[in-house]
Every structure is written in structure tokens, then in C-alpha cells.
T-cell receptor
Framework: AAGVIQSPRHLIKEKRETATLKCYPIPRHDTVYWYQQGPGQDPQFLIS???????DKGSIPDRFSAQQFSDYHSELNMSSLELGDSALYFC?????????????FGQGTRLTVV | SQQGEEDPQALSIQEGENATMNCSYKTSINNLQWYRQNSGRGLVHLILIRSNEREKHSGRLRVTLDTSKKSSSLLITASRAADTASYFC???????????FGAGTRLAVHP
């Protein structure tokens, strides 16, 4: 079965650079979520999209933005990168309209800011 | 953690032993879920227990929920080395079910 696909798997950027992370949700899932997980930390919710519209927002810095495109893939754009942005970034998808709350996670993108 | 604490933070056991992890949460919930994460990998959904359920089983997993104490426990019986991972509880929040995670328990199962 198709799973959530994230790219790239690893990314190294310098401070003040920009990074773009991509997520391809499971086909026919209507909701995409982005999470950030620092070293030894639990995943923290950043932002979500339902049917291509922003549905919820968490502790996402103003330097970050995200969108979901017509083909349902989503991108997380991170500008003016800081050392503290180094983390695992997960995308997850779910079928909210079916009443399910289980989320399916991608393998994540490990971002290292140097 | 956004949601609450998990106890213990780390657990080290031998193969064949049982592992029990506890999770506390802060808000009212419709359900509580447990996820597993292998080192640096994605999270995998293990089991969901609804707020009107007290106990649920899935294979070697047993989950309990006490809504009066706002706590849940995950029991892994007859553990295997392959069970070595971090385990997180999570509760859906908001109309679009974003997950709020507990702090996680790092389980190490030694052969």
C-alpha cells in the first residue's frame, strides 16, 4: 500500500539559508499535518491542511510557511534558517472525513543547519 | 511536552520480560493513541483506545485508559529485541485531529 512520502530524507543547510521540504500524502487522504521533532523531544505540531486549505496552526515560526497544492502534495518552506531549526520534520496524512483520527507518518526529513 | 508526561522516560529490560509504559494527558479526549518510533524514523500507529473503553488488546499489546485519572498505560508482553524503540502516546485535538504527543518512553530490549 502507498505510504506518505517525504523528500528529501536528509538536508544540510547553512544558517540564514532557505529549505523546502516536500510531502506526498496517501492518495485520497484529505488532511496533511507537519510536525517538528527536536533531538530527544516529542513531535510538535506545526500546521495542517484540509482539502488544500490551512486547517490548524501550531507553534510554527513566522519564518516557516507551508501550502498544499492541487495534487495534494504539501511543501514546508523554511527561511532564515537557524541552528535551532535542526530537527526531524514529519509529514502525516489522515482521512478526517471518514471520522478516523489515526495518522500515517512519512519517514521524515532530517534537517541539519550548520 | 504539549500533552503530558510519559513514565518512565527510559526502560531497559531483557527479552521475554514485559514492558509497561504510562502516559498522562491534560485535556478531555475522544480517544488516545500509541505510536512507535524506531530511532530517527517515522512514527507507526500501534493502537487506538476510545474514551469509553477501559482496556484494549492487539497481539502482544495491551492498553488501558483511565479517564478519571487522565492516564493510559501500554503493556508489551514477552518483549523482543525488535521492540526496541521509542513509544509515544498521542491524543487528537481540534476539528482536524492534530495529534498532541506525550514525551515518549525509550524502550531497550536486550537479547
Amino acid at each position: 500500500a502507498a505510504g506518505v512520502i517525504q523528500s528529501p530524507r536528509h538536508l544540510i543547510k547553512e544558517k540564514r539559508e532557505t529549505a523546502t521540504l516536500k510531502c506526498y500524502p496517501i492518495p485520497r487522504h484529505d488532511t496533511v499535518y507537519w510536525y517538528q521533532q527536536g533531538p530527544g523531544q516529542d513531535p510538535q505540531f506545526l500546521i495542517s491542511f484540509y482539502e488544500k486549505m490551512q486547517s490548524d496552526k501550531g507553534s510554527i515560526p513566522d519564518r516557516f510557511s507551508a501550502q498544499q497544492f492541487s495534487d495534494y502534495h504539501s511543501e514546508l518552506n523554511m527561511s532564515s534558517l537557524e541552528l535551532g531549526d535542526s530537527a526531524l520534520y514529519f509529514c502525516a496524512s489522515s482521512l478526517v472525513d471518514r471520522g478516523t483520527t489515526e495518522a500515517f507518518f512519512g519517514q521524515g526529513t532530517r534537517l541539519t543547519v550548520v | 511536552s504539549q500533552q503530558g508526561e510519559e513514565d518512565p522516560q527510559a526502560l531497559s529490560i531483557q527479552e521475554g520480560e514485559n514492558a509497561t509504559m504510562n502516559c498522562s494527558y491534560k485535556t478531555s479526549i475522544n480517544n488516545l493513541q500509541w505510536y512507535r518510533q524506531n530511532s530517527g524514523r517515522g512514527l507507526v500507529h500501534l493502537i487506538l483506545i476510545r474514551s469509553n473503553e477501559r482496556e484494549k488488546h492487539s497481539g502482544r499489546l495491551r492498553v488501558t485508559l483511565d479517564t478519571s485519572k487522565k492516564s493510559s498505560s501500554l503493556l508489551i508482553t514477552a518483549s523482543r529485541a525488535a521492540d526496541t524503540a521509542s513509544y509515544f502516546c498521542a491524543t487528537p485535538s481540534g476539528g482536524y485531529n492534530k495529534l498532541i504527543f506525550g514525551a515518549g518512553t525509550r524502550l531497550a530490549v536486550h537479547p
